[in-house]
């Protein structure tokens, strides 16, 4: 990346800069609490995590709808944990969950201080596979919001990372091109992968020290990235 002058810096935003794990514990701790209180909520988070994952690579390649997934990753929650849930009770969870989850907004340790930084250099953007309306909120939210200046969802574009047509979508709406561009993300798949298999440079955002391959660029914390930027 030294050998580039790079001028773009694309965002992931959630398991990125947006603390998601956090944020979505704390607020099932909220719905658990006021409407099923014998749910204890760190053994659901224990079930739900992996479920939310498989769910969303599922509507990452469009093999389920929006609604199958809020729905899905619940029920499926619920039945590892022996839970009698009816459908209603799971659907108004599933609305309570995306209206009350841009209240909580934690970032990533070194968020703030690593756009201030960036900000001064680059223009700063943000592509995310999130639905619009919650991934705007978490922003606004947050106060980040002015540090950049596009954001792609999926929805504007009508394709999720990793489709190329998303990330040529957010590069023609930054108006960037994308030798100089790079993308930062916690996924090696549709970030990093998607990201070089468009024709940009990709950072991978390593929060659990996976093993990857060496030749992929990597940072453990955000402030790291000035190695790099």
């Known amino acids: 990346?030294?050998?580039?002058?790079?001028?773009?810096?694309?965002?992931?935003?959630?398991?990125?800069?947006?603390?998601f794990d956090k944020n979505s514990e704390l607020t099932f701790e909220t719905i658990f609490n006021r409407s099923h209180p014998t749910i204890e909520t760190a053994?659901?988070?224990?079930k739900y995590v992996p479920i939310n994952q498989a769910c969303w690579k599922l509507y990452q390649y469009d093999k389920i709808t929006h609604a199958e997934l809020r729905y899905n990753r619940l029920k499926h929650s619920f039945d590892e944990l022996n839970y009698t849930i009816?459908?209603?009770?799971?659907?108004?969870?599933?609305?309570?969950?995306?209206?009350?989850?841009?209240?909580?907004?934690?970032?990533?340790?070194?968020?703030l201080e690593v756009l201030e930084y960036l900000n001064q250099k680059y223009k700063l953007h943000i592509i995310t596979n999130g639905f619009a309306e919650v991934q705007f909120k978490k922003i606004r939210n947050s106060n980040i919001g002015s540090y950049f200046q596009t954001i792609t969802n999926s929805e504007m574009a009508g394709v999720k990372k990793p489709n190329p047509i998303i990330f040529e979508y957010a590069l023609d709406l930054a108006k960037a091109k994308k030798e100089s561009s790079v993308m930062i993300g916690d996924c090696i798949e549709a970030d990093v992968q998607g990201a070089l298999?468009?024709?940009l440079d990709a950072i991978f955002f390593n929060v659990s020290s996976l093993k990857v391959e060496q030749n992929i660029k990597q940072v453990n914390y955000l402030l790291e990235l000035k190695k790099y930027l």
């Open 86 to 111: 009816s459908d209603e009770q799971i659907e108004d969870i599933a609305q309570e969950y995306i209206q009350r989850l841009p209240e909580n907004n934690h970032l990533f340790d070194g968020t």
């Open 197 to 199: 298999n468009a024709g």
């Open 1 to 19: 990346m030294k050998h580039t002058i790079i001028k773009d810096v694309f965002f992931d935003l959630d398991h990125t800069l947006w603390d």
């Open 43 to 46: 053994a659901f988070i224990e």
